[in-house]
């Protein structure tokens, strides 16, 4: 079977009810999609098949065959990241970094789908990810700025929402 | 994957229904979010496998007030349903499981202690719907009430109903990563007027209740295990039947 990954083309060996997960990252070793907790719950493991956000951890491979599968190595390059990429160093939205590869998989398909930078409309769209580290605000504050069409400095780090004067220290 | 699994992917209903034949020693895997943790878990260890992925078994139609949802059909594609389906399908899991979850799936899933199962069940029970499914005997068309007895055994092919003239869908939820459904209460009003509620997340399946919230703990069984206890699932109930009366009246 064939699956093409991030517009290169692949003879597929692994057994067909093989998870994608398992392919991705055991038989072609593109590592950006997470093992998080296997069964669906996590977002970790999030790519987009055919442009829609999928678990790659719940798909078997033989459900996929000729279709065009996409990770965070087809975002975009260190040189030249993705509006996404851009948004989430900017804003400091990722700290351990588990949970973003699914997370932006999942902005990405939630902005080009015309996902506007409305706060519950993000979280609906995110809702299947769970940040262990809790950074919620910033990743949200990311999709919002990629979907105003902010433009990033990636030399500096955005100042954090709501996190202004915390402690009272004057 | 240790040993090694037939896997069978039929490109229409008709096939997949020859590929299914009695159901004996076949795994059906349709969206694939509840097989698929038992296989990489290993806790399945499938010896034939039937994927639904091909079989062209989705889609909603009209024909004039009946609605006919294949079993294919994904649980996001049913959220803009009147209640009480649509409501109920937006409540189940995030956007990612929806999308890749069945309606099949849902309504045939086995149950789970630790996680809800059958959201979907509820309102159907509700709008009266028939289930046409084939296996053993062939092909057979029955109420759902009667199918979720035997859901094991047999692959949905489409579930039937006649549109509501009101619905009414309420939930309780518990946070996790996603919000699990503990217990929901479906109820719809029949173009006739008849009355007709469902609950889920009761026991291994959803069940028709009467409608009577003083009656409806003591109708059906109550299960004590990780999303609730069986008193828990007594003192909600009929709250959430209360309350989709009082929607259902609203809407009269």
Known sequence: ?170 | MTQATEVLIPTSAAEAASAFGDGSGVTVIAGGTIVLPEITYGRLKPEKALLLTRAGLSGVTRSGTTVTIGAGTAVQDLIDQPAPLGPCAANVADLEIRSQGTLGGNLCAGQGHDAPRGDLQGPLLALDAVARSTGAGGERSEPLADFLEDRGNRLLLDVSFEEPAAGAFEAIDYPHTHEYTVLAVSGARASDGTLRLAGTGLADHARLLSGDPETAAGEVPLDNDALASSWYRAKVLPVLVRRVLAELEESA
């Open chain 1, 1 to 170: 079977m064939n699956l093409t990954v991030n517009d290169v083309a692949h003879a597929i060996e692994s057994a067909p009810l093989t998870t994608l997960l398992d392919v991705l990252r055991e038989e072609l070793e593109i590592m950006s999609p997470k093992p998080g907790c296997e069964q669906g719950g996590c977002g970790a493991c999030t790519v987009l098949v055919d442009g829609t956000p999928q678990r790659a951890c719940l798909t078997p491979v033989a459900a996929l065959d000729g279709a065009s599968i996409t990770t965070v190595e087809g975002l975009g390059t260190p040189g030249a990241m993705s509006p996404v990429q851009q948004a989430f160093t900017h804003h400091y939205a990722a700290q351990c970094g588990y949970c973003t590869s699914g997370m932006m998989m999942a902005a990405k398909a939630y902005l080009d789908g015309g996902g506007t930078d409305d706060h519950h409309a993000i979280q609906e769209a995110l809702a299947g990810h769970v940040c262990r580290c809790t950074g919620y605000v910033k990743i949200i504050a990311a999709v919002a700025a990629v979907a105003r069409g902010d433009s990033f400095d990636l030399t500096v780090t955005a100042p954090s929402v709501g996190m202004v004067n915390v402690g009272g220290v004057s």
